[in-house]
């Protein structure tokens, strides 16, 4: 089988189409019902990206995605219902990689899940190191880590992708459209606050200061650059 996929939704139909849908492109499908399933099954397995709607029983989708961060930077896609913007913001303040708004079609799911885990993985089988070294910030491309001054930074796949581009464009400024082609890797249908609520959790990650960073710039009006 290929990649293994967790989908977490109380709708039993919505899971079985899915997983159906999946399967036919050769992906390992585990299913939870509620949030508590769904945390045990993350925490029991390795996968290579999650499906977590946000109306769970037992535990919600916001506080599933929060626990998982604390042990895990797996990919998550979060479904949402609603149509309130703050539900797809906060979801991404927490750590989440992407957001779909039901109802959706099978077929975008399946794109944003296979482009989330190419570029998640496109460099796990890489043996030569690549390594970005400024100032007291370190970025091995290859394994995807990040250390400043030797301290072992977590980044969500989104969030490395982000500093990946920036910081091998050096001075280079990206507008927030371009950020949304380039990092997200399709049309994206969401709006340029995505990658404004990325880059200031980026920032609180990498930044001593995040009001006045040395290596994640704005250009106001345009975009975001790092300085070199």
């Not at 769904?38 to 995605?65: C, H, S, T």
């Not at 998982?68 to 479904?79: A, D, G, K, Q, T």
């Not at 400043?148 to 459209?177: H, M, Q, W, Y």
Request: include cysteine; aromatic fraction near 8%.
């Amino acid at each position: 089988m290929g990649n293994k996929v967790l989908v977490v939704d109380d709708e039993k139909l919505i899971v079985k189409g899915i997983r159906f849908s999946l399967e036919q492109d050769e992906m390992k499908v585990d299913c939870a019902y509620d949030g508590e399933e769904a945390l045990n099954l993350a925490k029991e397995n390795e996968y290579d990206i999650i499906l977590l709607d946000v109306m769970l029983p037992v535990l919600d989708g916001f506080e599933v995605l929060k626990q998982i961060r604390e042990f895990s930077n797996v990919p998550i896609i979060m479904l949402t219902a609603k149509g309130d913007d703050m539900d797809k913001i906060l979801g991404l303040d927490y750590g989440a990689d992407d957001y779909i708004t039901k109802p959706f079609n099978i077929l975008e799911v399946k794109a944003r899940i296979k482009a989330i885990i190419r570029r998640s993985s496109k460099n796990s089988h890489i043996e030569n190191s690549n390594v970005i070294i400024k100032g007291e910030l370190r970025i091995d491309v290859d394994a995807r880590r990040v250390t400043i001054e030797g301290k072992e930074i977590n980044l969500t796949a989104k969030e490395f992708d982000l500093l990946e581009l920036l910081i091998t464009n050096p001075n280079k400024v990206f507008s927030r459209e371009k950020l949304l082609n380039i990092v997200w890797d399709y049309e994206y249908p969401g709006d340029v606050r995505t990658v404004d609520v990325h880059i200031r959790r980026l920032r609180e990650k990498i930044e001593n200061n995040p009001s006045e960073p040395k290596y994640v710039y704005t250009k106001w009006g345009i975009g975001y650059y790092f300085k070199e």
